[in-house]
């Protein structure tokens, strides 16, 4: 779907007028309808169901390096599809600095009983998670704070891209922009990066119950998964979603990144341990909220000792012991890393490289859209609709049997040039614009749209 074209193609008659580019909105990824294991049972959709439409919108939103105000940082800059939409630094760096805490991996944020989103729950939704880093001064920097502008001036620069106004559209009905849709868009979008690839996947698919041994596993692999289900890794991250058990209290990290002796008990949310590692075991950490663990032996270590700190009363209550302490599992080498193999079984492969989670820009920052607004059918092209003249050399009227509607003009390469309200009768004036051929939509009270063709000679 991501092509540099060097043509236009353009078909018309019976069935479709066809514009090339690098989204094609005739052609959607399946983001709606992917095949989910029938073991994953935990979703925290509510209320915002998957569309393709919405979710091609929270692709390009999540890319767009305009959602900052220097344009050089996008949702994706500190959520990368090499590390499972995670970063591979402890602090991902923001327009105004380096992020508090380390950013989250998103794979798989949908199958899970917990809602609320953040390391501290701030957010109630994933809806809401998802606009909160576009406002915050460090991030992305629309804050409206210490002369930042603000998420308004974003909606209103975001109006000025042609892109924008034919996403929003295509998703929505029409072309407006506000916070409401970008977050139905983005969330939409980062529910549907999903990852049920991974060797642990292949291992139950071959038996009856967790529990068995895995054929598809060594040894020490199956040991480590014997220890995850049984020494208590799995009361708190459970099978098969691997997701943090909900209303989970600390997990005994209490440090804060990039600032020796600060405490922060208010962490209580974590990611999937799915794809902690590639396929391959290559990491994608480093782990914890403040990135204080490089590897996984550096996270079975902790488990296995947790830290007593008499300034931490917030800790899970699974992980203290029946005498009230912190808890001490007392595993042998061996035994760690038994689980740190199984750990590794983890991860998938497809969530790296495909297609439709991907990139939609290019290096220069560029996308073109094809289909959907500009595509019609026969009857469509309305005899109710008169231009005349055409050819035009500039000044063409345009008569309807509409009351009202909204009239958009349209480059042959699928570029909005503007868009006015009219009653019955208007007119449109290409003088400014080069010799060629261009399109012209009429769109309804009722939403019903009919396109024409215009030449300007």
């Known amino acids: 779907m991501r092509k540099q074209l060097e043509r236009i193609l353009l078909y018309v008659g019976l069935s479709v007028i066809f514009i090339a580019a690098t989204i094609d909105l005739d052609n ?71 992020t508090p805490r380390h950013s989250m991996r998103l794979v798989n944020a949908r199958f899970s009983d917990e809602e609320s989103f953040f390391w501290d729950e701030r957010a109630v939704t994933l809806e809401e998670q998802t606009t909160q880093p576009i406002q915050d001064p460090v991030e992305m920097g629309f804050s409206g704070t210490n002369g930042n502008p603000s998420f308004g001036d974003l909606i209103t620069h975001l109006n000025t891209l042609d892109y924008y106004q034919t996403l929003f559209e295509f998703a929505f009905g029409d072309d407006e922009i506000t916070e409401t849709r970008m977050q139905l868009a983005l969330a939409q979008f980062i529910r549907s990066i999903q990852s049920f690839d991974s060797r642990f996947d292949e291992g139950l698919n071959q038996v009856t119950y967790a529990n068995e ?13 014997d220890l995850f289900l049984n020494v208590g890794c799995a009361d708190c991250h459970i099978l098969s979603e691997f997701a943090l058990h909900f209303n989970s209290l600390n997990n005994g990290v209490i440090t804060v990144a990039g600032m020796p002796g600060e405490v922060d008990i208010s962490v209580v949310r974590a990611p999937s341990l799915r794809d902690l590692t590639k396929r391959d075991g290559s990491l994608n950490g ?81 996308i073109e859209i094809i289909g959907g607004v500009l595509s019609i059918s026969e009857e469509s092209m309305a005899p109710e609709i008169s231009i005349f003249p055409n050819p035009t050399q500039g000044v063409a009227k345009i008569e309807t049997n509409f009351d009202s509607f909204k009239l958009s003009v349209f480059s042959s390469s699928g570029k909005r040039l503007f868009s006015k309200e009219n009653r019955i009768r208007t007119s449109i004036d290409l003088t400014t614009y080069a010799t060629g051929l261009y399109f012209v939509k009429v769109t309804t009270e009722n939403g019903h749209a009919f396109l024409k063709r215009l030449v300007r000679k």
């Open 213 to 225: 041994p895995f054929p598809n596993f060594t040894i020490q692999e199956n040991k480590g998964k």
């Open 286 to 366: 480093p782990f914890m909220h403040d990135g204080s663990f490089a590897t996984l032996m550096d996270v079975v270590n902790h488990y296995n000792d947790i830290p007593n700190n008499p300034e931490n009363t917030n800790l899970d209550t699974r992980l203290i012991d029946p005498n009230g302490e912190p808890q001490q599992l007392n595993l042998t080498e061996d035994q760690k890393q038994s689980l740190v193999a199984f750990l590794k079984t983890l991860g998938g492969t497809d969530v790296y490289t495909n297609e439709k989670w991907s990139n939609p820009f290019d290096e220069d920052g560029s």
């Open 28 to 98: 959607l990824f399946n983001y709606a309808n992917q095949e989910i294991p029938d073991y994953i049972n935990k979703d925290n959709t509510a209320d915002n169901e998957i569309d393709d439409k919405a979710a091609t919108l929270g692709r390009v939103l999540f890319y767009d390096k305009n959602l900052s105000i220097d344009g050089a940082v996008a949702c994706a800059s500190c959520h990368l599809q090499s590390h499972a939409f995670g970063d591979p630094n402890v602090q991902s760096l923001g327009v105004n600095g380096l």
